[in-house]
């Protein structure tokens, strides 16, 4: 796959990836997009998010934490993206667990500036209009097919849709993946999901024309480099220490060699 | 003592711990209750604030970085949680450093829906009312027999009152415990006293009908797991660090074996 | 050079070091400050920004994610400061990158309570009025001579101007210091520009009277601590654990020892 030299391109571009996010996991998110290889930006102002949404690659918002004002400033943000056609991944972090979010997700995806929603199985579930109980911004078992799930979401928004999970699953322009990398530890550390959605806006800014790949391909980098830094880790606070130190030292030979992307027949 | 169960109670249940708290330490407030086994939910938009309570086991309340919104979201969620009957724990972080913070306390204490009032020495002797100069939001040496200052304020407020320390004082129902877990290191680690008060409202959260013992039982395990961190760390970077694993991997065997708790005849 | 004495009297002291700081690196800041040994203290509220103000001993201010009301409570705890004679560092983060983030740096500036102005090559630049391109809270390329930028900055506004980079320069007072201490693994952590003017607020809590001698002697031992940590590091997740343990550890023989500050003829 020659998404590989995605890495490569982020490295030499440096591109600079605007996020609106939560108070919870933003220095994570930040930190995980530098240590990449690419350049974050937060900034929630409104007099300042059009700005500086212009002088980026790509814009990541993130329901965590919001408020009236952030969702103000992430529509403002998202209208200057699709002005300056950069791609905008929204994370409906929480989707579900209060009607606000909801009704947020729902703003947010009706304007038509959302290229790529991204969330866990029971988050993008509820987005899917599917009935689901959240507990929280955790994610809880559904009985979906999620596949269906992605592919329909995605047809009916025409946007990439990410479902996160032990298998993840990224549907778009025609197109299903699969990605299998990760591993279990991640799920005990807080803002994986969050920093998922960075790595996002990662490959995304490198590769907008091909938003399901860039997906793939991201999902895939850091569940890779996820799986080198649990092998080093006891813990959530050790694995925080390595996956910072593994998103700076993966390569493409690592991905070549333990990427798990299956692209699916629709 | 049979409150050992209560950490396999956390982890079989995984109650969700909602929190409004500052924006310093509010990530690693959320690491501490994920790696125990717990669920956090951090969120304080008015519009939500009663909802996300509303499906919560506990509800942990900061005022570190308070503005008068939080103080206003921190009411709605409290009234919530009353409704609910679910524990409310208030951390009085840095009371007596300003006029807002005290009076916000009063605002909160005197709304009738807190359950556990938390604080460090100064911050408490301060909501009792005695004479205390606070440095911020680290404890400054106080002069009070610290018992009378917990015990008094409990009955006075029919709340349960912790202050933490090296010796911490938990009174509350007509009951008075010290606990002596801890160590040196915990005290030059930033967020130490607000991660102590998420892990009270894990314990709450299962034990709802004995807040002065669940409290009492979550300071153990918090300073349980903080020495067996510190016997591991060189300084406050490496405490964090393996904190977070600690506090997944520490076991009812290892606070049968370590808690040092005291039940005082008062 | 006898500004090494500054290491023990921030240890005696131990300081408060009042921030109005982002929400990005805002813990990291608070635990470098605590790891030092001197007492961090976040407050934004306008209601208690000027009393928290009044028991400190210097106040950082960092507009990384700043906001109208950010910049309100920034210019009430700027006054309250000029009023007590503390020192007022001003982080002027991502400055040209937003015509806000511009606009807030002169209400900043001009308001007469700032002594101190640190950034990046291009940040500074940009307030010098110089022609620069800005890439987010990034430093890019600038060809101008930062020695003489941060000279005619510092006279113009009459105060003391640092400029952080591979080599630092600092201006004031008719003095000029360049710093040559550091690793080049800092500019891939976040927040090391946010952290080094945390440093710089704790000198200058001890010393207020030389505010040039006591940036060059906290960028020398943040460079000195980061050197320490780096060279025990594989990125930015180990680098992290180990600068607030180095911060704590540094004595002032290691400043004897591997400080590189050279004051220049001017």
């Not at 796959?1 to 108070?23: D, G």
């Amino acid at each position: 796959m020659q998404n590989n030299s995605l890495l490569n391109e982020i490295r030499t571009k440096q591109p600079l990836v605007h996020h609106i996010t939560n108070w919870v996991t933003i220095f994570n998110c930040a930190q995980a997009v530098k240590s990449l290889g690419a350049s974050p930006v937060m900034a929630h102002a409104p007099e300042e998010a059009a700005e500086i949404t212009s002088i980026s690659s790509a814009l990541v918002l993130n329901i965590g934490t919001l408020t009236e004002d952030i969702i103000g400033s992430m529509l403002i943000a998202a209208k200057a993206a699709a002005e300056k056609k950069i791609p905008v991944v929204l994370d409906v972090c929480g989707a579900g667990a209060s009607a606000m979010r909801n009704q947020s997700c729902i703003r947010l995806i009706s304007s038509g500036f959302i290229n790529v929603i991204k969330g866990n199985a029971s988050e993008v579930s509820c987005i899917a209009g599917l009935d689901v109980t959240t507990k929280g911004v955790d994610s809880t078992d559904v009985s979906f097919d999620l596949a269906d799930v992605a592919l329909n979401l995605s047809k009916k928004l025409s946007c990439t849709v990410v479902i996160t999970g032990k298998r993840d699953y990224i549907a778009g322009d025609g197109k299903l993946f699969t990605v299998d990398n990760g591993s279990e530890l991640m799920g005990r550390v807080v803002g994986t999901g969050c920093m998922a959605a960075s790595m996002i806006g990662c490959f995304a800014a490198v590769l907008p024309g091909d938003l399901p790949g860039a997906s793939a391909a991201a999902l895939s980098a850091w569940g890779i480099a996820g799986e080198k830094a649990s092998a080093k880790s006891s813990g959530a606070g050790s694995f925080l220490v390595h996956i910072f130190d593994e998103l700076s030292s993966i390569t493409e030979e690592d991905m070549t060699k333990s990427q798990k992307i299956t692209s699916l027949t629709i």
